[in-house]
Nanobody, 122 residues
Framework: QVQLVESGGGLVQPGGSLRLSCAAS????????MNWYRQAPGKERELVAG????????NYADSVKGRFTISRDNLKNTVYLQMNSLKPEDTAVYYC???????????????WGQGTQVTVSS
């Protein structure tokens, strides 16, 4: 029932932009913090950006600070990642994550999307 479906990935040149979307269903989206992670070949999955349930606070990995913006629309059950000034090192599969740690009922619960490929190359 729970689904997180990412879209918007693709091939882009260095300096370009992409906007990722993650459509959520099957859980009370508005009560969960949402995060974007990424995983490059041979590397561990890393947290890229996070946003609180209301959208009132965001956080970013140092490597993307100032270039990426996470946002959410709780009426659309969708979280976004606007990626600007893309670099080859941003190449990875990007995953949408829902985290319930700030709720008492969903503490420890994480939902994951299937991932969308972002490739930054000339």
């Amino acid at each position: 029932q729970v689904q997180l479906v990412e879209s918007g990935g693709g091939l882009v040149q260095p300096g370009g932009s992409l906007r990722l979307s993650c459509a959520a269903s099957g859980f009370t989206f508005r009560l969960y913090a949402m995060n974007w992670y990424r995983q490059a070949p041979g590397k561990e999955r890393e947290l890229v950006a996070g946003i609180t349930s209301t959208g009132g606070s965001t956080n970013y990995a140092d490597s993307v600070k100032g270039r990426f913006t996470i946002s959410r629309d709780n009426l659309k059950n969708t979280v976004y990642l606007q990626m600007n000034s893309l670099k080859p090192e941003d190449t990875a599969v990007y995953y949408c994550n829902a985290n319930g740690d700030t709720t008492w009922f969903a503490r420890g619960i994480n939902y994951w999307g299937q991932g969308t490929q972002v490739t930054v190359s000339s």
